[in-house]
């Protein structure tokens, strides 16, 4: 093999940077020629390729977003549309091809390389934590630490005014930011689809935390459950406290990569070109127990993502 070819695509997440740094170096540290893809799969039917070199990825490791920029292609679905993209590919010389994305992007993968025979390797890149087989996808702990980040501010002047705030995170249908980042913050409830919740027992809670000289309190509820607005209106519905809403949106895929994503970033990268060197397709790079490995495509698809549910109940307990 003498030259790949690297794209980012679906939502971005902080840490795709390091990602395609370390597939770019690592693969041109192995003695391949390396190929990045603009907007994702948009980019490779259009051929928008571009040779890249150690000095072109240089000052991205700390950088959010993603240097190749991202596209949503539903065009790819079209198994005409992919052809043409193979063809793209194999036009350039190109014999292989790193994905960094979402389960969208990487059942786009899987087609090219079930239907077309092209070489492909995922790097799961998300917030949302989302993606079956592996422990954490690149960009997930940076956007816990931006969802804690806000969830301090929101103490200071929750307390001042004494006030119930709800706290609505991304996730898509994953509660995992909601819940790590609301063990982390110490909210009073955490709201995740994963668990079915009671209004009643939320109201006990603040109940609960108001006789004993609460302040204020914080309720995290993942966009997977519902609109952080009807939980406040259900709260003032039944109660005297006065509650504030705060949506985060997309400040929460923003932003500077942590340590932990830039490492594990760096780590998945290079595992990519080594699978391909390898002579490995249609895997995915998964970290488990601290172990980069690769897990074919359908381990990640047959199983289904369930986030640790230990942390809710510890959750739970500690915000008594
Ligand atoms: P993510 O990768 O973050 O899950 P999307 O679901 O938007 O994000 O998927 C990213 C891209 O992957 C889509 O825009 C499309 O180009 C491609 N894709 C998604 N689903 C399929 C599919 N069923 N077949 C082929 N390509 C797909
Ligand atoms: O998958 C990442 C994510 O930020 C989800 O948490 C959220 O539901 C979705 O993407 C938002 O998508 P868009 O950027 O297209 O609005």
């Known amino acids: 093999m003498k030259r790949i070819a690297v794209l980012t695509s679906g939502g971005d997440a902080p840490g795709m940077n390091a990602a395609v740094r370390a597939v770019v170096r690592s693969g041109i540290y192995r003695g391949l020629e390396v190929y990045g893809v603009y907007r994702g799969y948009s980019g490779l039917i259009q051929g928008d390729f571009v040779e890249m070199t150690a000095g072109s990825v240089g000052d991205i490791i700390q950088k959010g977003g993603t ?39 990487f059942t786009g993968a899987m087609k090219l390389s079930d239907e077309l025979g092209f070489p492909v ?6 917030i949302d934590n989302d993606i079956p087989g592996t422990d954490f996808t690149i960009g997930f702990d940076t956007a ?16 001042s005014h004494e006030r ?3 706290v609505e995170v991304m996730g898509r ?3 995992d ?44 509820v993942a ?5 952080a607005v009807d939980v406040a209106k259900q709260i003032e519905e039944r109660t005297d406290y006065e509650t504030r809403v705060t949506v985060l949106g997309h400040v929460q895929r923003g932003g500077s990569p942590t340590a932990f994503d830039r490492v594990l970033a760096s780590r998945m990268g290079a595992k990519a070109v080594e699978l391909l060197l390898e002579g490995k397709t249609n895997q995915m790079v998964a970290v488990r127990n601290n172990e980069i490995i690769g897990i074919d495509f359908v381990e990640a698809f047959n199983g289904k993502h369930q986030p640790n549910l230990s942390l809710y109940h510890l959750a739970g307990e500690l915000s008594i």
């Open 121 to 126: 390797i995922g790097i799961p890149g998300t």
């Open 223 to 227: 966009e997977g459950v519902g609109s």
């Open 173 to 175: 249908d994953a509660g």
């Open 144 to 159: 816990i630490n931006t969802v804690i980040d806000c969830i301090d501010k929101i103490r200071d002047t929750a307390t």
């Open 67 to 105: 240097k190749l920029y991202s596209a949503r292609c539903p065009e790819f679905k079209d198994p005409e549309v992919r052809k043409k993209a193979a063809e793209q590919l194999r036009a350039k010389g190109i014999e292989a091809l790193v994905t960094i994305g979402g389960d969208g992007t």
């Open 164 to 166: 119930t705030y709800i």
């Open 177 to 220: 930011i909601a819940l790590w980042a609301g063990l982390a913050g110490g909210a009073e409830s955490i709201l995740i689809p994963e668990e079915s919740y009671q209004i009643s027992n939320i109201i006990e809670r603040l109940n609960h935390g108001a006789a004993r000289g609460k302040k204020h309190s914080i309720i995290l």
